[in-house]
């Protein structure tokens, strides 16, 4: 029986991972674990514990006591805010995950780890449009400094000590449950809270800033279809590319204007385009497809309709 420890549960991905993962596997069976509290369904499901994954000694304590099998790490310091700490965030951002793939190489009884990675890995030497999976990544960010360094290590780690760790490069994920944090892509987030709250938004990229994003049912499904993927049907030990949908500030914002016809959106970009410019607008995600049947139930369309409604019933 699978026993899966979640690390970053009150996160935008771990707070809709984790009930993802109790249905699948039972509300016993997954333990949700942060800093900070979690959503009220996420501590109340099931087991949730204040857990610090820079702190090794109660992680594998943690870890040996509850015979955990599975372990998903999403803490991290996304892009944006990394820019304001940098030493910082590359501390926490690669200790945390030296300390899961250390741990895993001693623990035999875990068997399988996820850490994701992120569009980030790629820079302003990247080609843009329909980025491949293989190709100049000289990412210019701490963060994208960061995950790229971590592709690299549980590459490493797999062909060195047998640890098997799945990673996806995510998009922005577009979800209303928890508010994302951070991140460059997070206006398409803001975007909607402020469109319900006040009717209009300041966007701190540019109209014309395309980028690959998707919406967070599809992003948890393509998680859990990585790791239920036989090891030997995947040919990559590092990052999948996974493109979702691409689109810019104006077109979400028109798509957002056929349920709120008065809305109004304005320009002011700030630190955070730069880092947008560096990365990919359009994503070339063929071997995820082939390897673990990478699929979407969302487009842009259908995204804007559940996140309107989802933050109007909250
Ligand atoms: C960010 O904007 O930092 C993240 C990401 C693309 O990894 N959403």
Redesign the pocket.
């Known amino acids: 029986m699978e026993k899966i420890l979640v690390i970053g549960a009150a996160g935008?991905i771990g707070s809709e991972l984790v009930i993802a993962l109790r249905q699948k596997y039972g509300n016993q069976n997954v333990f949700a674990t942060d800093i900070k509290q979690a959503p009220i369904d996420v501590m109340e499901s099931g087991p949730f514990e204040i857990l610090d994954v820079m702190d090794n000694n109660r992680l594998i304590h943690f870890v040996i006591r509850h015979r955990i099998t599975q372990i998903y790490h999403l803490a991290?310091v996304?892009?944006?805010?990394?820019e304001k700490i940098p030493l910082q965030a590359w501390d926490i951002n690669m200790k945390s995950l030296m300390n899961i793939l250390d741990l895993a190489k001693e623990v035999p009884e875990v068997k399988r780890i996820f850490w994701?990675?992120?569009?980030?890995i790629f820079g302003p030497s990247t080609p843009r449009e329909n980025t491949p999976q293989y190709t100049i990544t000289e990412p210019n960010?701490v963060?994208g400094i960061s995950?790229l360094a971590g592709e690299r290590w549980i590459e490493y780690y797999h062909n060195r000590y047998g640890v098997d760790v799945r990673s996806i490069?995510?998009?922005?994920?577009i979800s209303y449950k928890t508010e994302?944090g951070?991140?460059?892509?997070?206006y398409a987030v803001e975007i909607f809270y402020e469109a319900i709250r006040k009717g209009k938004y300041e966007c701190f990229l540019s109209e014309e800033t395309s980028?690959p994003m998707m919406f967070m049912e599809d992003a948890i499904q393509a998680t859990i279809d990585l790791m239920d993927t036989d090891i030997n049907d995947l040919s990559l030990k590092s990052g999948y590319n996974v493109a979702g949908i691409s689109f810019n500030p104006k077109e979400l914002a028109e798509e957002i204007k056929k349920h709120i016809p008065d809305f109004e959106i304005s320009y002011k970009p700030d630190f955070?385009q730069a880092?947008?410019e560096s990365?990919p607008a359009s994503i070339d995600d063929s071997i995820a497809k082939k390897d673990w049947g990478l699929n979407y139930k969302y487009d842009i369309k259908g995204l804007t309709q559940v996140m309107l409604d989802g933050i109007r019933n909250k």
């Open positions: 935008q991290a996304l892009s944006g805010n990394a994701p990675s992120s569009i980030a960010t963060y995950k490069r995510y998009p922005g994920l994302a951070g991140g460059t892509t997070d980028l955070r880092i947008a990365w």
